[in-house]
């Protein structure tokens, strides 16, 4: 069998090698044979790769342990679902499946727009049989999932990563995989475009079609990943700017971007440059992710372990990647110039400017801060440590500014508002934004932030309620029809706008779950059995711990009940469970009570099955559902956003409601820690900030103090947390303690952000100089727009036409009658 | 797949496939019959996924002994037409969107004015593109009607030569963006996309 597999594996490469050379043939010389040939030889490196994976699929089912791959990452014990699910577990399997992904979607995307852009297709497909042949050259030469003991195979296998063995782990690799891969497929039609000079708007409805969908399945994908972590890493948390984790959010924001500039160029023919670059950037960010987290260049939880090699594969690719993608941009820049000009700044294209440079300053800030460690190991060989303090400091102001966008710019004219357009319009949001805002003042809330994003939900939840009932009247107006029926019809027939409303209403409803973190409670209880303990208005009482074990994992189990005002509101049972072969990485089993109000969020940190003594961390986090229910909106709104065009709507519309999950959206503001620096915690201030500031020294988790993800099984924590209060008591300040452990860890990446001297002050003052430069190019580009003259042969041409054709004139607007 | 791969008894190249991996997949499922059906189920499926890789390689061979076509040349084909309709409906529904923003007050006027025309413009280009379509599918026909009957006719086609996406028979370059080659462009474009020529000497 694994003879097999990796014959196929070669077979594959052979073909998608032809299915390169075939299409380039086949394109230059415009010979249909060619062509069809090597449509025909790409839909085969699907088929192949299916049947590979159906190959190393079923050696994992069958626990064929002479596989390595397989010896590594699955275990006879391992229930059915978790042994199909180990096939993306590992580096050598996640190549896979990602080429497998790949070939399946591009085989849906030429296959489904083979008639509509007969032109573009050989270099479509030419484009994603390179990008093929790339990752499947990785796995011939380097890594193999079909390669073999050379010797005896060892008789048990040592099973995967127990804290992978979750379901939202199982689903959530595949999804974040196929919103990485379905860039590839925007990036291959913007390529083919520029190749054949076809730039007129028409691939850009492909491209704006596919993006979607990958965005959607990236944001779902980051979503099931926070939800892994709120439930099954036990901090309270769900966000901590893991590099891993932020890799994904790179092609997010700039895919984010490219929805929105699109509209810009659909509408009003401008940013074509700008819309190709934003395709590109995209994909290279989902390969720069892939690197991230397979090479080892930065150190994350869940990075793969260093392999230069593979780095400078990589590295090679990306190189030509950007040489080969921008050199084509520029050789094609006369195609490109936009036709139109900005006409005033107070206009809908002049928000989607500012909302582009926004977004695309979180994406470099991200991955400056995130590539910052190894820039300064490369250049000073200091290795240190930006964590979440620095991330979210940053990200919330910027989260802010978005969230203020998403309420202006649906706003906000075309091309022009005038002053009583802006008063018509904005009336009702601004009088929401105010009254939400002195009513959060009136209650003395104290977290600014938290109490900003309120008032700016209620403005951006006023702007999308009155974009809907405004536009049920005029469509009321217009058909004759009860107001019911015209909100439907006005949903229906303009999915795009009105879909893109409810997507925004979703992001709205996370900013209220990432808002609320700022008034999360945490505290530490150990109780003996009977006694109890409250936090926040809940009561926790312990009543005992109980041993059990299964096939694969010993379960230690507490048993708490919880009662709020004196009523009992639910038992819970937080547990530890030790998976045999990986006993001293315990996973945390989190007790969650779910409300719409606040989460009750219960670990067992510690216990003595002896004494019956247990510790519980309690947190009630409050609003963090709305932010899984955010999602859930936001997919619909995506679903019908993609639904007009038949086919493979259902691809993109029925992920969403199903799941209870999430998305990370805007995650990247509030997130996890953000509050926490300002958490109302019972805990003293000093220590507070300081297990802020400082990094669990355990060497694995890579995490603050109080982020640690195996907080409670940590095995240096506690000792930690003793040295720093020790500290404290002898009357040391903050900046002694710090300097106290950057002497004793003998390097500043015990803090969790650089110190702001020397050439750390790079770290810190290169998001400013990036946003201005970034602002004032916006800027630059903006005002020569609206200092270029206006093209007199474009608009003359067009409304020249119309009488000369009188004829179909009359026939287009009786058709333009009888459409709904 | 398309339609020369299929025969007058309307069996299809792809049924012969999907018998050839029913058929090895019971050989394999035989042959490691002590096994979990999960197993059984999984050999299945890879088996055919193998004979959907041998179909995909019939594909791929096909066309290279098939008799050449010139890709310009094709009459166009009903799902080209489809998607033609397709675009023509998306071009009036953004009018139509246009309208509902001017009605919004999102729009001013003049500005509507401005961006209607272009719209319209682009939707009257299908328009044509369609009608010329279908003229051109019957030049298609009759000419295979005479190659078949080995009769020429008395009097030649009135339309032109086949021709679809390419070569609308509107040539006269009435219309802006209609290049003197043939090609329909956007109504805006000042240079043709596919041959490249200047359009303002052919529009004004």
């Known amino acids: 069998m694994p003879a097999l597999g990796t014959f196929t594996l070669l077979a594959t490469f052979v073909v998608a090698s032809y299915a390169l050379a075939a299409s380039i043939a086949g394109g230059r010389r415009r010979s249909r044979a060619l062509i069809e040939s090597g449509v025909g030889a790409f839909y085969m490196t699907a088929a192949l790769m299916a049947v590979a994976s159906g190959i190393i699929i079923h050696a994992f089912v069958t626990d064929n342990y002479a596989i390595k791959y397989v010896q590594r990452y699955s275990d006879v014990a391992q229930p059915l679902a978790y042994k199909i699910t180990s096939y993306w577990g590992g580096l050598d399997g996640s190549i896979m499946f990602w080429v497998l992904l790949l070939s399946v979607f591009g085989t849906i995307a030429v296959a489904s727009n083979r008639e509509r852009h007969r032109e573009l297709i050989p270099w479509v497909v030419a484009i994603m049989a390179a990008t093929e042949m790339f990752f499947i050259f990785i796995m011939v030469v380097h890594n193999n999932p079909f390669d073999t003991f050379v010797a005896s195979a060892p008789a048990e296998g040592k099973g995967l990563n127990p804290l992978l063995q979750n379901f939202y782990m199982a689903i959530h690799p595949p999804s974040l995989y196929t919103g990485f891969v379905a860039m590839t497929i925007p990036y291959a039609f913007g390529m083919a475009a520029l190749i054949t000079g076809h730039l007129d708007d028409a691939w850009l409805r492909a491209v704006r079609r596919w993006t979607m969908i990958g965005w959607l399945f990236l944001t779902f994908g980051l979503t099931l990943g926070m939800l892994w972590a709120y439930e099954e890493l036990g901090w309270g948390g769900f966000w901590g700017w893991d590099p891993v984790e932020n890799a994904g959010l790179l092609p997010w924001f700039t895919a984010t971007a490219f929805l929105h500039s699109v509209m810009v160029q659909e509408r009003r023919g401008m940013l074509r440059v700008w819309n190709v670059t934003l395709v590109i950037t995209t994909f290279f960010l989902t390969i720069f992710g892939t690197f991230m987290t397979r090479s080892g260049v930065v150190q994350s939880v869940h990075a793969f372990g260093e392999d230069r090699w593979l780095a400078g594969l990589f590295s090679g690719f990306m190189i030509l990647l950007l040489t080969f993608s921008f050199a084509y941009v520029i050789y094609r820049l006369p195609l490109l110039k936009s036709r139109h000009e900005l006409d005033s700044w107070f206009s809908r294209e002049a928000a989607f400017l500012a909302n582009n440079w926004i977004l695309l300053f979180s994406a470099f800030f991200i991955l400056f801060a995130t590539m910052f460690p190894t820039l300064s190991e490369a250049v000073r060989g200091q290795r240190l440590t930006v964590g979440p303090p620095f991330f979210n400091q940053w990200m919330r102001p910027i989260g802010l500014v978005l969230l203020v966008l998403t309420g202006i710019a649906p706003l906000l004219a075309w091309k022009k508002s005038t002053l009583s357009n802006l008063v018509q319009q904005f009336t009702w949001p601004v009088a929401a934004l105010i009254v939400t805002g002195a009513a959060v003042f009136a209650l003395g809330i104290r977290v600014w932030s938290s109490g900003i994003c309120f008032a700016l939900c209620a403005f951006v939840g006023a702007t999308i309620l009155q974009e809907f009932i405004r536009g049920a009247s005029v469509r009321k107006g217009a058909s004759g029809s009860d107001y019911f029926t015209a909100l439907v019809g006005l949903v229906a027939r303009q999915q795009r706008r009105y879909g893109g409303y409810i997507v925004h209403l979703g992001i709205v409803l996370m900013f209220l779950g990432f808002a609320g973190q700022g008034y999360k409670q945490e505290k530490d209880m150990q109780l003996n059995p009977g006694e109890q303990n409250s936090v926040a208005g809940f009561t926790v009482r312990h009543d005992s711990i109980a041993v059990t074990s299964d096939d694969q994992k010993q379960m230690i189990t507490g048993h708490v009940t919880v009662f709020r005002n004196g009523k009992q509101l639910a038992q819970m049972a937080p547990a530890r469970w030790f998976f045999a072969k990986h006993e001293s990485q315990p996973t945390t089993e989190v007790a969650i009570r779910r409300a719409p109000g606040e989460d009750v969020y219960i670990v067992l940190a510690a216990y003595d099955i002896g004494t019956q003594n247990a510790t519980y961390a309690v947190t009630v986090n409050p609003l963090v559902d709305w932010i899984w229910l955010g999602f859930g909106i936001l997919a619909i709104g995506t679903g019908i956003a993609l639904l007009p065009e038949r086919a493979f709507a259902f691809a993109g519309a029925r992920v969403p409601e199903g799941v209870v999950t999430t998305s990370l959206l805007l995650l990247m503001l509030l997130l996890p820690g953000v509050a926490r620096a300002q958490t109302v915690i019972q805990k003293d201030a000093l220590r507070q900030q300081l297990e802020g500031d400082l990094m669990c020294t355990c060497g694995g988790c890579l995490a603050p103090m109080n982020n640690c993800p195996m907080a409670g099984a940590c095995h240096g924590l506690k000792e930690q947390r003793e040295k720093v209060n020790r500290m404290i008591d002898q009357g040391m300040t903050r900046e002694q303690i710090k300097a106290a452990f950057v002497r004793e860890h003998g390097g500043v990446d015990v803090l969790s952000a650089p110190p702001d001297e020397g050439f750390n002050r790079l770290a810190w003052a290169l998001p400013y100089v990036a946003g201005a430069t970034g602002a004032a190019l916006v800027g630059l580009v903006a005002y020569r727009w609206t200092r270029r003259p206006a093209m007199p042969d474009a608009p003359a041409a067009a409304g020249a036409e119309v009488p000369v054709e009188d004829a179909l004139a009359a026939r287009l607007d009786d058709e333009l009658r009888d459409l709904d | ?204």
């Open chain 2, 1 to 204: 797949m398309s339609s020369e791969t299929s025969t007058s008894d309307g069996f299809h190249v792809s049924h012969f496939f999907v018998l050839l991996s029913l058929m090895a997949a019971t050989v394999a499922v035989v042959m490691a019959r002590p096994a979990a059906p999960e197993h059984l189920i999984l050999i299945s499926l890879t088996v055919g996924a193998a004979g959907l890789a041998a179909l995909c390689f019939y594909r791929l061979l096909a066309p290279l002994v098939a008799p050449h076509v010139d890709m310009d040349r094709q009459p166009l084909s009903d799902r080209l037409r489809a998607d033609l309709e397709r675009e023509k409906a998306l071009t009036l529904r953004s009018i139509k969107e246009l309208e509902f923003d001017r009605a919004m007050g999102k729009v001013s006027p003049a500005d509507f004015e401005e961006m209607t025309g272009r719209l319209r413009a682009r939707a009257i280009g299908i328009m044509k593109q369609l009608d010329s379509a279908s003229s051109a599918y019957r030049a298609v026909i009759e000419k295979e009607l005479e190659q078949r009957l080995g009769a020429k006719p008395a009097a030649p086609a009135p339309a032109p030569a086949p021709a679809a996406v390419k070569a609308a028979p509107v040539v006269h370059a009435a219309s802006a963006g209609t290049c003197a080659c043939g090609t329909v462009n956007d109504p805006d474009a000042r240079f043709c996309k596919s041959c490249g020529a200047r359009l303002q000497e052919v529009t004004q």
